[in-house]
């Protein structure tokens, strides 16, 4: 019965952790930090960037110790839907590489594959700024992609790994159909 026991408490009591730590980090970002708005500008001398450093510092707390188990997952979406992201239906996330899920769309069918960065801000001079990065519908985003802030993918377009798109490319540079 003791070993019994170990192997039906084991498996739930690691779900329970995984639970706890995901619904922390999204309560930690709603209550320290609310929605961020595209376009918005944070000086790197101001409360709003500690709240914003702080949130992101346990994003990545709970990337390294539970979101990696959630990849290919529904749960995942639900995480990032829940965190800010708009995500359609039939999406396939291999990655937790989403630095600001307030800046994500990604539409209906589209496969964001392993280890692909979804970068939602810049830094210059002393201020965050955040732009929005919009993934079309039926999309494939290659492996070890970067994506930046103002990143526009097309429907049906297939983004080859290890591309980079961003703001001022011309998408048939980055990718192809």
């Known amino acids: 019965p003791a070993v019994l026991g170990v192997l039906v408490l084991a498996p739930c009591a690691k779900l329970f952790y995984m639970v706890v730590v995901c619904a922390l980090v999204v309560l930690s970002k709603m209550l320290i930090l609310g929605n961020i708005n595209p376009n918005e500008q944070i000086p790197l001398a101001s409360v709003r960037f500690v709240q914003y450093w702080a949130v992101t510092r346990l994003i990545s707390f709970a990337n390294m110790l539970v979101l990696g188990e959630l990849k290919r997952t529904r749960l995942l979406n639900v995480y990032y839907r829940l965190m800010g992201a708009r995500i359609g239906r039939d999406v396939l996330i291999d990655t937790v590489g989403v630095t600001d899920p307030d800046m994500l769309t990604i539409h209906d069918g589209s496969v964001v594959g392993n280890g692909v960065l979804l970068l939602g ?18 999309c494939t985003i290659g492996p070890r992609a970067v994506l930046q802030p103002e990143a526009r993918v097309d429907h049906f377009t297939t983004v080859p790994a290890l591309a980079s798109v961003g703001r001022n490319q011309m998408q048939g540079q980055a990718m192809g159909r």
Not at 121 to 138: E, K, L, N, Y
Request: overall charge neutral; hydrophobic content about 40%.
């Open 121 to 138: 801000h810049t830094i210059r001079d002393g201020v965050v700024t955040f732009g929005t990065i919009a993934i079309g519908q039926s």
